[in-house]
Nanobody, 120 residues
Framework: QLQASGGGLVQAGGSLRLSCAAS????????VGWFRQAPGKEREFVGT????????LYADSVKGRFTISRDNTKNTVYLQMNTLQPEDTAVYYC???????????????WGQGTLVTVSS
C-alpha cells in the first residue's frame, strides 16, 4: 500500500516536500511516479523516477521546479516542489509500476493523495 503525505497550504513561491511511503511492498523494485489532479481537471503526470533513482522524467510544467528522489533504504520516494504557483494546487498522488512513463495506466499501484494548496 502506498501513502502520499506532506501536502498543505503554502504561499506562491514557497516549497513543499511530499513523501510516498510503502507498506507491505518493497518500493525499491518499482518505478514510482507522481501525478496530480486539480478540481474539475483530468489527472496529470508530474514526474517519475526509476527504481535505481538514476533516470527521471518530468512534465514540462514542473521541469526545473520539482525534483523527484528516492531513498530505497527507507522505502520512500520524495517530490521536492519549489517555486510553487497557484496552478500547482491539486491532490498529488504517487503510484508504482514497472515502466518509466507519464501514462497513468502503466502504474499498477496507487496511493491515497495528499492535497497541496498554493495561495497567491
Amino acid at each position: 500500500q502506498l501513502q502520499a503525505s506532506g501536502g498543505g497550504l503554502v504561499q506562491a513561491g514557497g516549497s513543499l516536500r511530499l513523501s510516498c511511503a510503502a507498506s507491505g511492498r518493497a518500493l525499491s523494485t518499482y518505478v514510482v511516479g507522481w501525478f496530480r489532479q486539480a478540481p474539475g481537471k483530468e489527472r496529470e503526470f508530474v514526474g517519475t523516477i526509476n527504481w535505481r533513482g538514476v533516470n527521471r522524467l518530468y512534465a514540462d510544467s514542473v521541469k526545473g521546479r520539482f525534483t523527484i528522489s528516492r531513498d530505497n533504504t527507507k522505502n520512500t520516494v520524495y517530490l521536492q516542489m519549489n517555486t510553487l504557483q497557484p496552478e500547482d494546487t491539486a491532490v498529488y498522488y504517487c503510484a508504482a509500476g514497472g515502466t518509466l512513463s507519464g501514462t497513468p495506466n502503466t502504474y499498477a499501484y496507487w496511493g491515497q493523495g495528499t492535497l497541496v494548496t498554493v495561495s497567491s
